[in-house]
């Protein structure tokens, strides 16, 4: 069996290292002006407030970036990269959820490049090197901070992804004590988000391998073992902690082996209703994984194992109980339930369904074959 496995260059994992993160940057590069790429809510939360005096402590002259929004269109990037340019930044720090984080990396290359944002949707078509790069991710979801991915909101309602090596971050930092004022219903969709990744990345037709196998089923293992116990107490260490490497691992697991239909469902909810991405995996994942069993049976029995349900049975059987388990595991969490229940409208499914097929780069990844009918259906099961 022939496979390549790639990641991130550096992670470190602490409790309150965000407080630390100025000493720990110091000795790896020269450059000592730092670009943070953040969200209003955070500064305005006091997240940033000890990270930035760290990195002063430490040497750094610092400016911030703080106009990231959810499913950030292209003016943001570019807005970012212009105040990077003025400020001349060295170095560019992502810290916030996944929408910070892609940000940061499309900063950090466009910093040192003459490319356009247009030149760099689709795989592969970054040219040269980029700033250097430091995520500290503050959800544990979107695995952004260990993917070579990111994603923009381009016109009304459709996404792009940049999808390179230079993406990869220099250095991770997980601190889950950046996740404790995460709210229940934040936490529930973010959670489910990562666990999609690890089941996607797990079932993928391409690229799928021993390294990806093995780190989608500790992360599903993590994620659905504590996800409810982060939801009821968001002050759980052991649960924030065990929840953010979780979703570190599914994000190096779909890094690898690429997501598929419950992604592609989930975007055209972004674009059109602006649902969190998480809670719109999380509307989908059910109906999904029903109509992949017909090809994907073995794989998501081998998930129920995972997960700890209870019994025996044949594949397809075992699936079912996978795809039920998953639906009360979502259920128990607070998320909302149906399309319905987020605004969503009967007569925008079609629409909806023909957005969906849109998204090939994901679409060749889902264990069935999936064409537009299918797609309607799908949105109507989820409805």
Request: with cysteine.
């Amino acid at each position: 069996m022939g496979f390549e496995f790639r990641t991130v260059a550096s992670i470190a994992m602490e409790w309150g290292g965000a407080a630390r993160l100025g000493p720990m940057l110091a000795p790896r590069w020269q450059a000592r002006r730092a670009l943070v790429v953040s969200d209003a809510g955070l500064v305005q939360a006091g997240l940033l407030a000890p990270v930035l005096a760290s990195l002063t402590g430490a040497g750094f002259a610092v400016e911030v970036f703080d106009a990231v929004v959810a499913d950030p269109p292209e003016a943001v990037v570019l807005s970012a990269v212009a105040q990077a340019r003025t400020f001349d930044a060295g170095l560019v720090i992502g810290l916030g959820g996944g929408s910070s984080l892609d940000i940061a990396k499309l900063v950090a290359v466009l910093l040192r490049s003459e490319q356009t944002l247009d030149a760099l949707y689709g795989i592969g078509k970054v040219k040269g090197s980029r700033a250097p790069l430091v995520l500290v991710p503050t959800t544990a979801g979107t695995g952004s901070e260990v993917t070579n991915i990111s994603i923009i909101t381009t016109g009304e309602t459709t996404k792009m992804g940049v999808v390179a090596d230079q993406l990869f971050a220099d250095f991770v930092l997980l601190d889950a004590q950046l996740t404790l004022g995460l709210p229940a219903l934040h936490t529930a969709a973010t959670g489910i988000d990562a666990m999609v990744h690890a089941i996607e990345a797990y079932t993928s037709r391409h690229r799928k391998n021993p390294l990806s196998d093995a780190l989608a089923r500790e992360a599903l293992r993590l994620l659905s073992g504590n996800l409810l116990a982060a939801c009821r107490d968001g002050t759980d260490r052991a649960a924030r902690e065990a929840m953010l490497l979780g979703a570190m691992l599914a994000g190096q697991a779909f890094a690898n082996a690429p997501v598929a239909a419950v992604h592609a469902l989930a975007y055209p909810l972004g674009g059109h209703y602006h649902v969190p991405h998480g809670l719109s995996n999380a509307l989908m994942l059910a109906p999904v994984l029903r109509f992949n069993a017909a090809a994907a049976a073995g794989l998501y029995a081998e998930l129920a194992d995972v997960v700890g349900i209870s019994g025996r049975g044949t594949a397809g059987e075992r699936a079912e109980a996978f795809a039920a388990h998953m639906q009360a595991l979502l259920d128990d969490s607070g998320a909302p339930r149906r399309l319905r229940d987020v605004g969503v409208t009967d007569n925008s499914l079609a629409l909806l369904a023909a957005d969906a097929m849109k998204q090939t780069r994901l679409l060749v990844n889902n264990p069935v074959e999936l064409d537009e009918a299918d797609a309607l259906a799908l949105y109507r099961a989820a409805y």
